[in-house]
């Protein structure tokens, strides 16, 4: 399971967030995890104070610290006792307001680290939320070359030497870019969001059989090179003979793919001599976006075969 210490959170968002740690430093190595089996989705984690539910990370922005400063010393304490019970990684003092002293007492007998940033409660916990899901993200990795094709993030898979590398190649020299070769890590950044990503011992390379090793960013320039991209579409590279029995012209029903429980759409495209691949991506990638905007070639092209057939033309 994904997870991160307050202390990396703190050392990443620091200079964004202008943070300060006032108290707690004992509890910089609290985690904070994506715990699907207490329904703790990343961007639950942080939220305003909060007594009933208690989130792992609690903002205090301006109604907050008033409210603090508005109980008695008996009640304050029994429901910061019962705050600090719970298991909370730790508290953050928005909008340059003054952390309590008895926040800061409580935060050093809990363990629990006190921040303060003089930004805006609300600017703060998008930010940490954004950043959380990057670093909670579940993910997985895949066999395949990842590009940026016509700006849609297009993964292809197939066997060993089936020519993956070959047809990146031929469509960086079109003008799109490759995020990854060999290995793509995937990560689930929303519900029905995958981010591919390369490793960084990958990153810039491709190989190719014949050519070896080659640096893209070198070769084409910085623009041939995308850092990360969102999957949408899947294309399988298939041997000629493997795929006549089962391929479905039409392509009536749109194939996907789950990958980390995100259906992702998938072609396969048979591979053959003569098939111009880079031009056949492209018409799919093509495609794709044109379905996505309600435009269904093949839906267009069965109704006009039935108004012809209705006609009795």
Known sequence: MPQITVRQLFID??????????????????????DADNQKPAHALVGHLNFVHPNRIQVLGLAEIAYLQGVEAGPLKKSLDHLFSTDMAAMIVANGQPAPD???????????????????SPYLMDVLR???????????????????????????????????SELALELISRGHGIVADDVVELYRIAPD????????????????????????RTIFGETAVRPRKNLKLIIHLTKQAESVTPLDRLQMQAATQSVLDVAIRKVVL????????????????????????????????????????????
């Not at 968002?13 to 994506?34: D, I, P, V």
Request: include cysteine.
């Open 13 to 34: 968002n620091a200079e964004k967030l202008r943070l300060t740690w006032l108290a707690g430093q004992s509890g910089a190595n609290n985690l904070l995890s994506n």
């Open 102 to 120: 008895v926040l800061r007492e409580a935060c050093e007998r809990a363990h629990v680290p006190l921040l303060t940033s003089p930004e805006q």
């Open 270 to 313: 048979p591979v053959a001599a003569g098939r111009n691949l880079a031009v056949l991506v492209e018409a799919a990638v093509r495609n794709y976006i044109l379905q996505l905007r309600g435009i269904d070639s093949t839906r267009e092209f069965i109704e006009r075969h039935q108004r012809f057939m209705e006609s009795g033309e």
């Open 130 to 164: 954004f950043y959380l899901a990057k670093a909670l993200a579940v993910s997985t990795n895949l066999h395949g070359v990842f590009l940026d094709v016509l700006e849609v993030g297009v993964l292809i898979t197939g066997e060993s030497a089936m020519g993956k």
């Open 193 to 216: 969001t995958l981010e591919g990503r390369c490793p960084p011992l990958l990153r810039d390379f491709l190989e190719v059989r014949g050519l070896g090793v080659l640096n893209i």
